[in-house]
């Protein structure tokens, strides 16, 4: 096979076989095909499009392009969730420890921060020795006495992605959905859950901008999931404004904990209901969504996510005391309040606004190798929808020094758009994909 007439067949709209797209997958892992050859096909894949076969073959060459987990020697049903990537969104920090707590077996691997978006596990190490990176061996030795894990993937894991997903950064091919799918879907499968949650984001903080984008990719991977023989649901949320009110990594984690506390609701526990429900369901642990939503409320009266949460930090080398006491989390030496100007209604809060000005914070990578400040972000006062007196705090800012908290008081404030009269309401909850 010529890799030149690969990357032919796609430039002139042709359908790829599961041969084929193995040969380039297999190839460009092993670095047999170089960089060009691939950023050429990509584009050809960005223009011409996958169908549905041929987004099954990648995902399944991707899949098995490196070790894969083999979680069937745990009992009990195992479960993962995805997010696509949004500002603000503490999801799996809040979700993971309620399911847990439910006798559903939680394997979870995560990324880190890039650019205006969170990653969980940068947030995890604000829980002072909490350890990201575990082998496999006890990866599953924790899914099996916890019932959670959330780690960082290893190297070994679908390395095809690794390489391909770096490669479309820099060659303006990450926004296809084919290859978004394959991306994701690769790595789920990999890692061996016998049910998955999709989290996809739609709004001005995200991939997808429209509803119709946000959709088409929900029910690609939920096909994509079914094909390959796992349980899979996507919901489809809102992410013009940040999820819940804190921004940054250890705000986000004190969010949590607020939430798992039952200090705290909106969206964010709205959010975990939703997909916590859709989970308990597709594992036969409840008949009706309703009945999966007091089942998790039922582990926050309770204190059974808390204690959960705890017993995960402990078992991955943090100081669970750190739950309990969040003064123990990092903290920013200046704490500054932004006030609205002018009074009206929050008719915006952009969300990809706030993450930028966390980002230059200090809270956020700007390359893979950026040291996070985990202390800084912002915790959002007022949402969409609210209505303001002028002098109202909208946001408080969390800063290493003065020059930082000035320059963010100004980024943030353009964040907020006020005006007369309250804007149509929003659902926020769009679609549940099954
Ligand atoms: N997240 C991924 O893991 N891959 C993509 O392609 C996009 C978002
Ligand atoms: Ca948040």
Redesign the pocket.
């Known amino acids: 096979m010529l890799m030149s007439e690969l990357i032919t067949k796609k430039r002139d709209g042709g359908k790829l076989t599961a041969g084929e797209i193995k040969f380039i997958v297999d190839g460009y892992t092993a670095g047999d095909i170089p960089d060009y050859q691939v950023s050429a096909f990509l584009m050809a894949v960005f223009f011409r499009g996958l169908d549905r076969e041929e987004t099954l073959h990648l995902t399944m060459a991707m899949r098995d392009s490196g070790d894969t987990l083999d979680l069937s020697g745990i009992p009990g049903v195992k479960a993962d969730k995805?997010s696509?990537?949004g500002v603000g969104d503490t999801t799996s920090l809040v979700l993971v420890p309620m399911l847990a707590s439910l006798g559903v077996k939680m394997a979870k691997m995560s990324?880190r921060g890039l650019g205006h978006t969170g990653g969980t596990l940068d947030k995890l190490e604000s829980f002072p020795g909490f350890q990201t990176g575990i082998p496999h061996e006890r990866f599953m030795e924790n899914v099996a006495k916890v019932g959670m894990v959330i780690a960082g993937q290893t190297a070994d894991l679908d390395p095809a992605?690794k390489k391909l997903?770096a490669l479309?950064d820099v060659t303006g091919t990450?926004n296809?959905i084919p290859?978004?799918?394959?991306?994701?879907m690769s790595?789920k499968l990999a890692a061996g859950a016998d049910v998955i949650v999709l989290d996809v984001k739609c709004g001005k903080g995200s991939?997808m901008k429209t509803p119709a984008d946000a959709h088409e990719l929900a029910a690609e991977m939920v096909e994509i999931g079914k094909l390959s023989g796992k349980r899979t649901i996507a919901v489809v949320t809102d992410m013009d404004q940040p999820l819940g009110n804190a921004v940054g990594n250890a705000l986000e984690v004190k969010e949590a904990i607020a939430t798992l506390k039952g200090e705290s609701a909106g969206d964010l526990l709205e959010l975990c209901l939703t997909l916590g429900g859709c989970v308990l369901k597709a594992a036969g642990m409840a008949e009706t969504v309703d009945a999966a939503r007091s089942m998790l409320l039922g582990t926050v009266e309770n204190g059974a996510a808390l204690a959960k949460l705890k017993e995960f930090v402990a078992a991955q080398g943090g100081d669970p005391q750190s739950v309990e006491d969040v003064s123990l989390l990092p903290s920013a030496p200046v704490v500054r309040q932004l006030r609205a100007p002018e009074g009206g209604y929050i008719r915006a809060v952009d969300a990809l606004g706030i993450g930028m000005v966390c980002l230059k914070l200090g809270g956020g990578r700007t390359t893979k190798e950026s040291d996070v400040d985990l202390s800084v972000g912002a915790v959002l006062q007022k949402r969409v929808g609210d209505k303001v007196t002028p002098g109202d705090v909208l946001a408080v800012i969390h800063a290493s020094d003065e020059t930082h908290a000035d320059a963010a008081e100004a980024e943030l404030l353009r964040c907020f758009t006020i005006g007369r009269e309250a804007p149509a309401p929003v659902a926020f909850i769009k679609e549940i994909v099954e």
């Open positions: 995805h696509t990537g990324g992605d997903y479309r990450v296809s290859l978004i799918v394959s991306s994701i790595k991939f």
